[in-house]
């Protein structure tokens, strides 16, 4: 049946983001597949990273490991949630490293596999997962392939960024693994210091511009198309859309679009939102509804029922418009959109 709505979702700008990233940290980089690939689709992301030359790969749960097992042969997948109270019976079955978060992971672990490889976290100033530096002395024993520690501020120029990777040093160099890992992507243009032998870079993959270094060289990656249901004259002095927000001045005409919140297209959108047609910017009128939006088109006059029109889903540029982050833009897109990868 035909999918009034569309996502396009471009390989080679995912290929071209992790290999600028890579470079740019010059080491070995990874990949953020958590989330369904942050929205995206984790599995055809893992695809075409592994085609690149990817060998990490991070997701957050057991079921998300198991989802990919079969993809990376060479065991470059990890859970960043470790192995929780009731994850025993997955940690054996599926091909993934845990990377264990507190004391008590350890423990755990060391009963289920004490001769299997595992990463470990350590909290360096977040206070989110890992292990605290002082607590180091539990890991006597356990097989460490890559030992973690996540900033906090890293898309900021923040004083913690240098604190974290002063404690990072001096937990590296008391804890024997075999890689350290530190950056995300936002951690990847702070500058090599903070590379180790490992990134773990994620919304950057996906366009996300998350420091001025990467302007320019970080590509969009997902286009969002709606349709138009009707076109219409909004007379002046009436309004448009729930709450009756807008109102037209002099006679507009407007699009109807068949997209909304439902399909992750928030209302923070509404009032600030653009769409295109060809290089005709078409703001959104008044408020977002579930499942329609309203996009001035005096700009274009031809256009009409059944056409497609560009929603501008650039993050940097949607993340101003709407007040979400560049993140909450990509995990909150719906299921009714038509996924294509080209
Ligand atoms: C999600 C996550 C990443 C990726 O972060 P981005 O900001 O999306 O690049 C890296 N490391 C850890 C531990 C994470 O949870």
């Known amino acids: 049946m035909h999918r009034p709505l569309r996502l396009t979702i471009d390989r080679s700008a995912i290929q071209s983001n992790w290999r600028w990233l890579a470079d740019r940290a010059g080491v070995a980089a990874g990949a953020a597949v958590k989330a369904d690939g942050y929205g995206v689709g984790a599995r055809e992301t893992t695809e075409t990273l592994l085609h690149a030359g990817c060998r990490d790969f991070f997701v957050s749960t057991w079921a998300e490991a198991e989802a990919l097992g079969d993809l990376p042969s060479d065991g470059g997948l990890v859970v960043l949630h470790g192995v929780g109270p009731d994850d025993g019976e997955a940690a054996l079955r599926v091909a993934a490293r845990p990377c264990l978060n507190s004391a008590e992971q350890v423990a755990r672990w060391k009963q289920i596999a004490p001769s299997r490889s595992c990463d470990v976290m350590i909290d360096t100033g977040m206070n989110r997962l890992g292990l605290r530096p002082t607590e180091i002395g539990a890991l006597e024993g356990l097989s460490i392939d890559t ?93 448009c859309g729930y709450g009756a927000t807008f109102i037209a001045k002099q006679d507009v005409e407007a699009a109807i679009l068949n997209i909304g919140y439902a399909d992750g297209y928030l209302r923070g959108f509404s009032s600030h939102g653009s769409a295109f047609a060809g290089e005709f910017a078409l703001p959104v009128l008044g408020r977002v509804s579930m499942d329609l939006i309203a996009v001035e088109v005096d700009a274009a006059p031809q256009l009409k029922e059944g056409d497609w029109v560009e929603i501008d889903y650039d993050l940097p540029s949607a993340s101003r418009q709407s007040g979400l982050s560049q993140y909450e833009l990509l995990t909150t897109l719906g299921s009714r959109f038509e996924r294509r990868w080209v």
Do not use: T, W
């Open 147 to 239: 030992l973690h520690s996540h900033l906090a501020c890293a898309d900021e120029d923040s004083s913690l960024n240098q604190m974290q990777l002063e404690r990072f040093r001096a937990v590296a160099s008391a804890v024997s693994a075999k890689r350290y890992a530190l950056a995300n992507s936002a951690g990847i243009g702070l500058g090599k210091d903070y590379s180790f032998d490992l990134v773990r870079p994620g919304i950057s993959l996906y366009g996300g511009v998350q420091r001025p270094e990467f302007e320019g060289h970080i590509r969009q990656v997902v286009r969002v198309e709606a349709q138009v249901v009707q076109r219409r004259l909004i007379p002046a002095g009436e309004s």
